[in-house]
Every structure is written in structure tokens, then in C-alpha cells.
T-cell receptor, first 117, second 110 residues
Framework: DAGITQSPRHKVTETGTPVTLRCHQT?????MYWYRQDPGHGLRLIHY???????DKGEVSDGYSVSRSKTEDFLLTLESATSSQTSVYFC????????????????FGPGTRLTVL | RKEVEQDPGPFNVPEGATVAFNCTYS??????FFWYRQDCRKEPKLLMS???SGNEDGRFTAQLNRASQYISLLIRDSKLSDSATYLC???????????FGTGTSLTVIP
């Protein structure tokens, strides 16, 4: 258990509304990630963060923004939700190994199921 | 071209069978490789890392073939509890992005 929680766990919203998902970690990891998972596509990176206020785009960042004002919290915002953003969203942290990237591993939160009607 | 490609399956095997999954990756500079397991409606969980020399953890064996750019997972003596989706994962050569395959579905049948 890497101490990662996500909230809400389930959400139904309407097209055009803003939505914010929260990821919280308790172990002071520097790297945090947001993914979406859809059938046939697997996990796709939306945005990631490598420190407080330091973020970068992933493969599918359009329509999403992120913020990280504290080490423990990484927020994902859908600025104006669309039906194509219906998905399962996973947050992850990267636990760094002892000086070698071959021991870095990712641990995931329990996910948020978002439905946009 | 996708960074990581997997056969989605599904693989349906009887209890006790041996089953193998392969995964190919496109970036020859990739340095780190993993297998994750994902149960239905749950988050992915690390199953094992894949080392250049190959590694074993109980009934599970992972191997890396750098020349052909593929990794494999072998499960021996399959159990009902092995039923899940298995994800192949590659870390980028920059070290801070993980690329996931779409997963291979395994069902072990009594």
C-alpha cells in the first residue's frame, strides 16, 4: 500500500461542467501521474508532476489541466467535461529506487470512475 | 507506432496449465521493464520487474530479449486466482514516463 487515495471514487456529471479529481499521497513522493484507462487503449498518460508547481503534459492532455500546490496533492481538472472524457482515471506515484532507474516503480491509487452525460 | 504492444488475448487456460505472454517495445533505448497485474475494476499492481538476466518469482518467470525488443511472462501451474489482465510496462529512456501495453486477459478455468 503506497498510501494513495483518490476522490471522488465515482462521479456522474453533465457535458460542459468543470470537474476536479483529487489525488492524495502520504509518503512524500516527488513524481505523481494522472492516467485514463479506456477499453482498447490501455493506460494513457494525461499529465505528470515532478515537484510542487512542476508539471508536464502527457499523451492525451487536451481538455485537462493539473495543479500541484503541495507535495501530497495532485489535482486533475476537466475544464469543460465532454462525453469522450468518460473514463476511469488513475493517479500514480513513482517510488524511486536506490540510485538506479531500474528499481523505480509506479504505484496506483484506486481510481475514479467518471461518467459525463 | 505504439511504444508497447501486447496481444490482448483472451487466454483461457485450464488450472495447472502453463501460459506465456509476450510484449514488444519500440524504443531500443528503454531501460526498465515490468509486468503489472490488474483485476477487474481495480488498479494495476506491480507483479514483477524484468531484469536483463531474467528473473523468477515462484510460478512466475519474466524474461527480456533486448535484441528483439520483447519481454515475456511465463506462468506455470496456473491457479484460478491468476485470472486477471497482465500489463507490460516500459520506462522511457528519460526515466520519468511509464508506457503501458493494453493488457492481456487471462482466465483460468477449473
Amino acid at each position: 500500500d503506497a498510501g494513495i487515495t483518490q476522490s471522488p471514487r465515482h462521479k456522474v456529471t453533465e457535458t460542459g461542467t468543470p470537474v476536479t479529481l483529487r489525488c492524495h499521497q502520504t509518503e512524500n513522493h516527488r513524481y505523481m501521474y494522472w492516467y485514463r484507462q479506456d477499453p482498447g487503449h490501455g493506460l494513457r498518460l494525461i499529465h505528470y508532476s515532478y515537484g510542487v508547481k512542476d508539471t508536464d503534459k502527457g499523451e492525451v492532455s487536451d481538455g485537462y489541466s493539473v495543479s500541484r500546490s503541495k507535495t501530497e496533492d495532485f489535482l486533475l481538472t476537466l475544464e469543460s467535461a465532454t462525453s469522450s472524457q468518460t473514463s476511469v482515471y488513475f493517479c500514480a506515484i513513482m517510488a524511486r529506487g536506490g540510485g538506479s532507474s531500474s528499481t523505480d516503480t509506479q504505484y496506483f491509487g484506486p481510481g475514479t470512475r467518471l461518467t459525463v452525460l | 507506432r505504439k511504444e508497447v504492444e501486447q496481444d490482448p488475448g483472451p487466454f483461457n487456460v485450464p488450472e495447472g496449465a502453463t501460459v506465456a505472454f509476450n510484449c514488444t517495445y519500440s524504443n531500443s533505448a528503454s531501460q526498465s521493464f515490468f509486468w503489472y497485474r490488474q483485476d477487474c475494476r481495480k488498479e494495476p499492481k506491480l507483479l514483477m520487474s524484468v531484469y536483463s538476466s531474467g528473473n523468477e518469482d515462484g510460478r512466475f518467470t519474466a524474461q527480456l530479449n533486448r535484441a528483439s525488443q520483447y519481454i515475456s511472462l511465463l506462468i506455470r501451474d496456473s491457479k484460478l486466482s491468476d485470472s486477471a489482465t497482465y500489463l507490460c510496462v516500459v520506462i522511457s529512456n528519460t526515466g520519468n514516463q511509464f508506457y503501458f501495453g493494453t493488457g492481456t486477459s487471462l482466465t483460468v478455468i477449473p
